[in-house]
């Protein structure tokens, strides 16, 4: 060729590509004509070309270590050949000595090649074998095979756990990306898997979706396996050593840091989960670039293209979770496997666009009984609109008209907060509106009088058949309780309506029980103490009414800003009404419980309940609620006595005010009387079985009498039927307690546990909190004071920086990390954040002579006299 | 030449090969440190290494102070080049090392040669492409930019200011030629 023209070779060249291959050296002798060295460059050029589509097609398949069939180590017979790695070949194997089948891979010999390199090879899979957990591949054994020809090099092999399914990689490439909303489950998994390798100072180095397995569990639920964690390093051995091996992840899941040679580190790890998720949700790469080059140029000096842009509807948190991971500051990704998790779980669990839906329906959790959330999970509901009317007052008694809007409105927030059900109200009453038919049901009712006797008839027709698919009647022999009235009328109106009208047919059958018991329920409400004759409504405002029954269940609630709702409703109906005494007591309350989300407001919202609950009871001294907000805020400002006194007055009032009882009972356990305590805070549990705190009150309470056992049962069975930040973590104290007072794989049980439910309060506090500067106190604390209980200071002792940070800037309290350090046997340490507690006249610190987490101070002279010093 | 790098840039873009050269004299002493260092601790297997020895080569011409890259498509385009100097170099002592034996077989991962076998010899691949770069300097530029720094096709056009089309043919022109010339030196 080297003497043809070469645009003329070029030109022949592109002209018979262009042409179908048959034809392609009819053509070229067609164009050379009689120029034969011009023939002979292009046809020899046509030889070497290459279509596009598959240069890797002829070249040979490189040869397998082991055949089906063969044994190796004299003892692993070979199934059959599975992949091939960066790390070397896999085979499923049937191991003749065990009896069971496991998976082989071949080690790369350079990585056993030295004395040196095979003992850090066996180091690793000591510590690999060391790791149990159901999303970790177990490690078995390192064996060596020493093939049969006399030169052949012994074949360094590692066993394992077979995994029987397809990688996340093969299961993307087939289904395409994840909705994020199913992702989650799987995501999660991983996140345990990492956590736990990195509680055992193992970095998994090359995570990527290559190298997580997919299985089915028995359930039919899917199961995530990391696999290869056979090239992690021990991060406490100092022995690590920077080879051209450290740089042998692919290169697109690796952290840009791993590019400039730096140790791999838990960051390292974090950045290739976040890139994992990344793929999981997205449709197209985070970097983009086609070769090695590109892409360590994209990791480099580059940012990711943000996920939301290649991934329609993708929440802002998921988005911003990702990015987080792959922030190219390792310092400035999440510290932790679990805290991807927490941060990820910030997302609602609908769609953005039906983000409103989220608190009603979390709101109605609080008072509908559990049967109503089984019958949910039980029954899938259809679709209804039901258009409620108003409840008509046909009692005569203009001042009950304020009940039976309350009670229609109550009806309404009710019905709208189920799922899958649309509320029409109508603002008028069924009987003036006849023939207006908006919805496939309608409600309606009305409030008479017979003889002295109230009583309540509601009743649902089916729209588009006109007939009467069911009426309740509520009998009440009086009405000295009104919210209280409204709410479990309401409440029980929606239980029936749940199963008969919601649900159809199906729900009959299956929630006859239900409504059976609802009505059981309301009978016994009719024999509730103190048959006073009507008294006066709380307030004359309708409107205020309303805005107090709202704000009533929002100032329970655990996001701050629920309670920040409640107080602006309740200071809109102060506005309606400035003589609403109820609505003051709320106040005082709403005010103490904020407290607890912002430790950095107490002294101050404190102040506030003390102006509140001293309104109250000036404009009502018969009001319970005033007197049982004053004894509130009395127990903060340390004044027991006084607190215990108001306690006894409001229930002197009214002694089936169940949260009164609880209040005094909790009170006596703190001051020493462990027995009365219990049995106040029991019977508040009987009285009102459906205050939505009592369980968690009660399991606090009988966790701090050192009835672990029934705190146990109490407030599980309280976190199945609602997550709350207070429950969750009640819970896992007395998990905590009881690994404490266990060993063994009972003690692993309880610390597991409390580890998941530290995990899911830091969840919950993520998603609640209102400031930035607020971090995750109180998961931070349960993290820093379990990995303490454990024994596992360096896992501690991240949580514990943050738990000091958060201190010096009054997000947490001194108590919290007293407990941490008395975990670790800090006891003067301790004690002198106590002392300074007290001088803070801390909230936290009246709590500490009852809990069992100091029992270890208790003996300690200065811990006694700072007992002393609270006056309890 | 700091204040001309940007202008040497848009002159080798729009065709003048002679550009190139200064801006290679002053990557290059820091280069050959880094690829020697890593010549005396490297293993047998290269494709190992292939991230590695990319990835820090690339730090160390993004942090040669006072060079100011247009993008990445310059950069990566400029590090091509940089980098198959860099190989041959590598090649050059590897075979020296081992007094004569085998020669060294690339297999860079990302990297796709004209040969049907895994690896091919980067001295032989550097003579040809310089050949080839005398008679057609924008197929051997084309060749450069994709195999050693790794542009895409549509990359390479915005760099070299042709269509993608012409950067295809010109591609599999120079695939085919190079294979020519390789299979020849082999036989």
Redesign the interface.
């Known amino acids: 060729m080297k003497t043809a023209d070469w645009k003329k070779v070029r030109a022949v060249f592109e002209a018979a590509l262009s042409a179908a291959e048959q034809d392609r050296p009819g053509l070229v002798n067609q164009l050379a004509g009689s120029d034969s060295t011009l023939r002979g460059a292009v046809l020899e050029l046509l030889a070497n070309h290459q279509d596009e589509s598959g240069p890797d097609a002829d070249r040979p398949a490189p040869s397998r270590v082991f055949q089906d069939g063969e044994l190796v180590a004299s003892r692993f017979e070979v199934i059959r050949f599975i992949d091939r790695g960066g790390m070397g070949e896999v085979y499923e194997v049937w191991d003749r000595r065990l009896r069971l089948r496991c998976a082989l891979k071949t080690v790369r010999p350079e990585l056993t090649g030295t004395p040196a390199s095979l003992e850090r090879c066996e180091r690793e899979i000591r510590v690999a074998r060391n790791v149990s957990h159901e999303n970790l591949c177990r490690v078995f054994e390192f064996i060596e095979h020493t093939p049969q020809e006399p030169e052949a090099r012994v074949v360094p092999c590692l066993t394992m756990e077979f995994v029987d399914g397809i990688s996340l990689a093969a299961r993307l490439q087939r289904d395409g990306p994840f909705p994020w909303q199913e992702a989650l489950p799987l995501i999660r998994q991983m996140a345990s898997g990492l956590a736990v390798l990195h509680a055992e100072g193992i970095v998994h180095r090359d995570l990527k979706p290559s190298n997580i397995m997919v299985t089915r569990r028995r359930s039919g639920e899917d199961r995530a396996v990391l696999m290869d964690f056979g090239l992690a390093k021990d991060l406490s051995s100092d022995s690590f050593e920077s080879t051209g091996i450290s740089n042998a992840g692919a290169p697109y899941f690796m952290a840009p840091e791993l590019l400039r040679n730096t140790t791999p580190g838990v960051p390292a790890d974090i950045y290739a989960f976040g890139l994992v998720i990344d793929e999981m949700v997205t449709s197209r790469r985070a970097f983009e670039g086609g070769s090695v080059q590109a892409i360590c140029y994209a990791k480099l000096f580059e940012s990711p293209i943000p996920p939301a842009q290649r991934a329609a509807h993708l929440p802002d948190s998921w988005n911003n979770t990702i990015l987080r991971c792959l922030d190219s500051d390792p310092a400035k990704r999440f510290p932790q496997a679990q805290d991807v998790i927490a941060a990820l779980s910030a997302a609602p669990e609908s769609p953005p666009k039906r983000r409103k839906l989220w608190i009603p329906a979390l709101l109605t959790a609080l008072i509908l009984l559990p049967c109503i959330l089984l019958a949910l999970l039980a029954l899938r509901p259809t679709a209804a609109s039901i258009s409620v009317f108003e409840i008509e007052n046909q009692t005569g008694e203009r001042n009950l008209e304020y009940l039976c809007t309350g009670l229609t409105n109550e009806l309404i927030r009710r019905l709208a907060s189920l799922r899958e059900t649309k509320v029409i109200p109508m603002r008028a009453s069924r009987s003036k509106t006849i023939g207006t038919d908006p919805g496939r049901f309608s409600l309606g009712g009305s409030l008479q009088q017979h003889a002295g006797q109230l009583q309540l008839a509601v009743s649902v027709l089916d729209n588009r058949t006109g007939s009467l698919l069911w009426s309740g009647n509520f009998d009440r022999g009086s009405i000295n309780e009104p919210v209280e009235t409204q709410s479990e009328i309401a409440s029980s109106t929606v239980i029936a309506l749940q199963q008969n009208v919601i649900f159809g047919s199906a729900g009959r059958a299956t929630g006859a029980g239900v409504v059976a018991r609802a009505l059981i329920r309301l009978r016994s409400l009719l024999q509730l103490p103190g048959g006073a004759a009507i008294t006066a409504p709380p307030t004359t405002s309708n409107l205020a009414l309303d805005k107090y029954m709202r704000a009533r269940e929002l100032i329970v609630q655990d996001p701050p800003e629920a309670i920040q709702s409640g107080i602006n409703l309740l200071n809109a109906a102060i506005a309606e009404d400035p003589g609403f005494a109820l609505a003051y007591a709320a106040l005082a309350q709403a005010n103490i419980n904020f407290t607890g989300y912002a430790y950095n407001q107490t002294q101050r919202r404190i102040a506030l309940a003390r102006q509140y609950a001293d309104r109250a009871v000036s404009i009502d001294p018969n009001l319970p609620e005033a007197h049982e907000a004053l004894g509130m805020v009395l127990e903060r400002e340390w004044a027991w006595n006084q607190a215990r006194e108001q306690y006894a007055l409001a229930l002197g009032l009214k002694p089936s005010l169940a949260s009164s009882r609880r209040r005094l009972g909790r009170l006596l356990i703190e001051t020493g009387h462990i027995e009365e305590g219990v049995s106040e805070v029991r019977r508040s549990a009987q009285d009102d079985p459906y205050d939505p705190s009592g369980p968690n009150y009660l399991g606090l309470t009988l966790f701090l009498a050192g009835k672990y056992q029934e705190a146990l049962q109490v407030l599980e069975k309280a976190a199945q039927r609602q997550e709350n930040l207070g429950g969750m973590h009640n819970l896992a104290d007395v998990h905590a307690e009881l690994a404490i007072l266990s060993t063994g794989a009972e003690r692993d049980y309880h610390l597991h546990t409390a580890f998941g439910l530290a995990d899911r309060v830091t969840a919950l506090e993520t998603q609640i909190r209102t400031d930035p500067r607020i971090r995750t106190p109180w998961g931070d604390k349960m993290h820093a004071h379990f990995y303490s209980i454990q024994g596992n200071l360096a896992a501690a002792a991240p949580y514990l920086e943050r738990m000091l940070t958060d201190m010096k800037e009054h997000l947490t309290s001194p108590a919290n990390v007293a407990m941490v350090l008395t975990a670790q046997g800090r006891n003067r340490e301790a004690l002198d954040l106590l002392e300074q507690c007290l001088e803070q006249r801390d909230p936290y610190l009246p709590l500490t002579p009852s809990m069992p987490f100091f029992v270890t101070l208790r003996k300690e002279a200065r811990f006694q006299s700072l007992i002393k010093s609270v006056g309890m | 030449m700091d204040g001309d790098v940007t202008l040497l840039l848009n002159r080798w873009s729009a065709g003048d090969p002679a550009a190139l050269d200064p801006i290679i004299a002053r990557l290059y002493p820091d280069l050959k440190k880094l690829a020697e260092h890593r010549m005396y601790?490297?293993?047998?297997?290269h494709t190992?290494?292939?991230?590695?020895l990319?990835?820090?080569f690339?730090?160390t011409i993004?942090q040669n102070q006072g060079m100011l890259w247009n993008g990445?498509q310059h950069?990566?385009a400029v590090?091509?080049r940089v980098?198959r100097r860099m190989l041959v170099d590598y090649s050059r002592w590897h075979n020296a090392a081992k007094r004569g034996g085998s020669q060294l077989l690339m297999t860079?991962?990302?990297?796709?040669f004209?040969d049907?076998c895994?690896g091919v010899d980067m001295i032989e691949v550097d003579r040809a492409l310089d050949l080839l770069a005398k008679?057609?300097e924008r197929a051997a530029k084309v060749v450069d930019m994709y195999c050693?720094?790794?542009?895409?096709h549509r990359e390479i056009s915005s760099v070299i200011g042709v269509d993608e089309r012409t950067v295809r043919?010109d591609w599999?022109?120079a695939?085919?030629?190079l294979?020519?010339q390789l299979?020849a030196k082999a036989s």
Not at chain 2, 41 to 45: K, L, Q
């Open positions: 601790r490297e293993r047998s297997d190992l290494q292939a991230t590695a990319v990835s820090e690339f730090l993004a990445r950069f990566l590090a091509g980098m860079i991962d990302g990297m796709e004209p049907r895994t008679r057609d050693f720094s790794g542009l895409t043919r599999r022109f695939r085919a030629w294979a020519t299979s």
